[in-house]
């Protein structure tokens, strides 16, 4: 039996991650450590968290006391690493928050990997979940590369980057086995309704106007989220030791264009006429430093791996729809009163 961490579990795609390998991998022993934030929820989890391979232990990553007892006690056979501060908004409103946990958590994770398998790396990995808003942000033409340079503008994309940079340090200084994934913006059931698809799902639901910053025209590589636990259990058992592999949909849109298609898909599901739900499109202030375009080319995983992703856009959005509107009670218990008072701040309706 194999005892594998998995941080950040109770997360939009934590909770996906976690549920793959409890349902499995019946002879892993799967611990989801989580802080639950404002993004956490247990309720991600409630199909699953009676099962005997499956257990929570509520942490913060930024204690390192803390976690360098927690693998002293479970002797990790492996890690996956997800939990952190997500959200680029909050990032840019404050970014201490990003700091601690994005870098100085990753950090006493790789710290208590690194005291429990100093003995021998053998049928070890710290796989650390990063993102393609490292590589900055592309012109209307390419695609990041694993070679890509790094160039983050925000808060929460220089927090990753760095974190990307300290676990790549600790393989190559301590001989750490490693792996990092990059991947594109993910979507589908249980994403925080902070994000662009479902904050757009919930006010087209409550004929609330929906928010665009700018003019819309910033483009974003859509990826459904059970496509990227996929790819994610592929890498922790058959990547190569201190590789990084990127991770995209090859599914190009500009926000306003994937709006107004979720919008038409909304007319049908909630029985409006056509056109109904784009009238509720309202261009506000932009984002600070708001990268144009993210694209990824995911040919090396494909590739090495045999990954690919499984459903089409289309799909995938009727997916999440569905999902959305049969669990409105999970979106009106994550939508809290704290929440709103965000929500308040951040809109400012040009
Ligand atoms: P999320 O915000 O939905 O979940 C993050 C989870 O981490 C929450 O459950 C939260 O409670 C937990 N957490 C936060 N701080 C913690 C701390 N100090 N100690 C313990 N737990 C803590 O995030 P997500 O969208 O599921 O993203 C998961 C990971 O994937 C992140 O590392 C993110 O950078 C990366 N990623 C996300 C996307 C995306 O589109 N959402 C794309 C590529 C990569
Ligand atoms: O690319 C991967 C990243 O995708 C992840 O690393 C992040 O954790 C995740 O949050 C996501 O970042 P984005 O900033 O791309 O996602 P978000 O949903 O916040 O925004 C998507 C696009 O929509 C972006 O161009 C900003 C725009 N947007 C967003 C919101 C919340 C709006 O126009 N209106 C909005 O209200």
Not at 102 to 113: P, S, W
Not at 279 to 290: E, F, N, Q, S
């Amino acid at each position: 039996m194999k005892t594998i961490l998995i941080t950040g579990g109770a997360g939009f795609i934590g909770s996906h991650v976690v549920r793959r390998f409890v349902n499995k991998y019946a002879d892993y022993k799967i611990v989801n450590l989580d802080v639950l934030t404002y993004a956490g929820n247990l309720e991600n989890l409630r199909d699953i968290d009676t099962k005997p391979n499956y257990e929570f232990v509520k942490g913060d990553i930024n204690d390192s006391a803390f976690i360098n007892e927690l693998f002293e006690k479970y002797q990790f056979d492996g890690v996956l690493h997800l939990a952190a501060e997500s959200h680029v908004d909050r990032s840019i409103a404050d970014p201490m928050a990003f700091i601690m946990t994005n870098i100085v958590g990753t950090v006493n994770l790789l710290n208590g990997a690194r005291r429990i398998w100093k003995s021998g790396n053998e049928g070890h990995r710290f796989y650390h979940i990063s993102t393609d808003e490292v590589y900055g942000t592309l012109g209307e033409t390419g695609l990041f590369l694993e070679t890509t340079s790094y160039d983050p503008h925000s808060p929460y994309s220089a927090s990753k980057a760095s974190s990307d940079h300290l676990v790549r340090a600790y393989h190559d200084t301590y001989k750490l086995p490693i792996v990092i994934t990059n991947c594109s913006n993910n979507y589908g059931p249980n994403q925080f309704p902070e994000k662009l698809i479902p904050l757009a799902i919930h006010n087209i639901s409550q004929n609330k106007p929906i928010p665009i910053y700018g003019k819309g025209e910033n483009i974003r590589d859509w990826l459904y989220v059970e496509d990227h636990a996929a790819a994610i259990d592929l890498v922790f058992h058959e990547g190569k030791d201190g590789e990084t592999y990127n991770i995209g949909g090859h599914n190009e849109w500009t926000n306003i264009a994937l709006i107004r298609q979720l919008c038409k898909t909304m007319d049908k599901k909630l029985g409006r006429e056509p056109g109904t739900n784009e009238k509720l499109i309202t261009y506000v202030k932009d984002r600070a430093g708001h990268d144009l375009r993210y694209a990824i080319d995911s040919s090396k995983i494909q590739r090495e791996l045999g990954w690919a992703p499984s459903l089409q856009f289309e799909e995938g959005i009727e997916k999440t729809v569905d999902w959305y509107l049969a669990n409105s009670e999970w979106l009106e218990n994550v939508a809290s009163g704290a929440y709103e008072k965000y929500y308040e701040k951040q809109y400012v309706t040009r």
